[in-house]
Nanobody, 114 residues
Framework: QVQLVESGGGLVQAGGSLRLSCVAS????????IGWYRQAPGKQRELVAS???????NYGDSVKGRFTISRDNAKNTVYLQMNSLKPEDTDVYYC????????WGQGTQVTVSS
């Protein structure tokens, strides 16, 4: 079992920045992939960014060049630095890990006002 606790969401104006954090606990040594997804009401959950066990990083096309994912293994924490935010980035952001099974955090709301 892996437990995920997200923080850092909130309200920001377009062009602003936010940093999301996700702390993992439990069988963290089994984590293969850790990352962030987002979902708007009525839409499918989409990849924002992820880090594989070998350090490979993937970004969703809509956030490339604006968002940066990083991982602090000592703190079992993954971060998502979001810059140049746009109103269309408004979503609930979910932390996700793959550790045999896929686990999800509870989600944190990000709202970008125009």
């Amino acid at each position: 079992q892996v437990q995920l606790v997200e923080s850092g969401g909130g309200l920001v104006q377009a062009g602003g920045s936010l940093r999301l954090s996700c702390v993992a606990s439990g069988i963290v040594r089994s984590i293969n992939v850790i990352g962030w997804y987002r979902q708007a009401p009525g839409k499918q959950r989409e990849l924002v960014a992820s880090i594989g066990s070998g350090g490979s990083i993937n970004y969703g096309d809509s956030v490339k060049g604006r968002f940066t994912i990083s991982r602090d293994n000592a703190k079992n924490t993954v971060y998502l630095q979001m810059n140049s935010l746009k109103p269309e980035d408004t979503d609930v952001y979910y932390c996700m890990v793959v550790a045999g099974l896929r686990y999800w955090g509870q989600g944190t709301q990000v709202t970008v006002s125009s």
